[in-house]
């Protein structure tokens, strides 16, 4: 009997977020997500309602940004099935953070180096639970995943002919992160994307902390410029993406200055 109130508990829970996430897109106007757009040297792929992005590193290696939710990987094997390639070929997953949206498919690529920052290891392996409002919610349904590999702030790493840089974004969660490679930026889910082209913070009932994440989100366009290093694209895990400018303007409201160059 307490597992089947477990189980309906954790259907609830599920739907519940569901729920959240459809009046959150339909209210704020969220871009959706697309499947197989090429950005700088990603190429989206589409789970459900969740994004991951693969990136070639050349030499056949390559490496995913996220892993999606989906346990089986199915839609990551299929375009790596389509790029004449098996599991072997990824070299290393880079997490934006640890919701179990985002590294389902890991598993599946057991000998890829698994990358998040070092505040972001705890919640990911089970040893921290999950703040703000639906962390109780959130524990139900808990899945772990092992990270082999923890970044520094602003550490730089090369796979093949990659460079990716992890920037701290806490506040979705404490260790949230976004990562730079080759002119785009990997949001995670520290923002969206709206239709009207202008980034939208995250929702505050599903961060941690959101004044943190309000934070990380307006400091980000001057931290970008501190790297010199030219931004074309913002690739956001749940809705799509925009042109960097987008990271020039308040979220949600009028247009600042533009910028002469990011
Ligand atoms: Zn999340």
């Known amino acids: 009997m307490p597992y089947l109130l477990l189980a309906l508990a954790l259907a609830l829970g ?18 959706l997500i697309e499947d197989g757009r090429e950005i700088g040297p990603a190429r989206t792929i589409a789970d459900r309602m969740v994004c991951a992005f693969l990136l070639d590193a050349g030499a056949g290696a390559h490496v995913l940004i996220d892993a999606g939710m989906d346990t089986q990987a199915k839609a990551i094997l299929a375009e790596l099935g389509r790029r004449g390639l098996g599991p072997e070929a990824i070299k290393a997953i880079f997490l934006t953070h640890a919701h179990t949206d985002h590294f389902g498919g890991c598993a599946l690529f057991p000998q890829a180096d698994v990358y998040a920052l070092e505040a972001e290891v705890d919640l990911a392996e089970g040893r ?49 992160a976004a990562y730079v490679c080759n002119g785009v930026v990997f949001m995670g889910d520290s923002a969206d994307a709206r239709i009207d082209g202008r980034i939208q913070e995250p929702p505050a009932l599903l961060s941690e902390d959101s004044g943190a994440a309000r934070t990380s989100l307006a400091t980000l366009a001057d931290r970008i410029r501190e790297l010199d290093s030219p931004i074309e694209w913002l690739a956001f895990a749940h809705s799509g993406v925009l042109r960097a400018e987008a990271l020039f303007r308040p979220p949600g409201g009028a247009a600042s200055h533009a910028p002469s160059k990011i």
């Open 14 to 31: 599920v739907v519940a977020i569901s729920i959240m996430r459809a009046a959150r897109f339909i209210s704020n106007r969220m871009r």
């Open 128 to 176: 921290r639970k999950q703040g703000g409002l639906l962390g109780p919610l959130a524990g139900l349904q808990r899945r772990t995943v092992h990270i082999t590999q923890a970044l520094a702030a602003g550490e730089e790493v090369v796979v093949g002919d990659l460079r990716i840089r992890a920037l701290p974004m806490p506040g979705h969660t404490l260790g949230s």
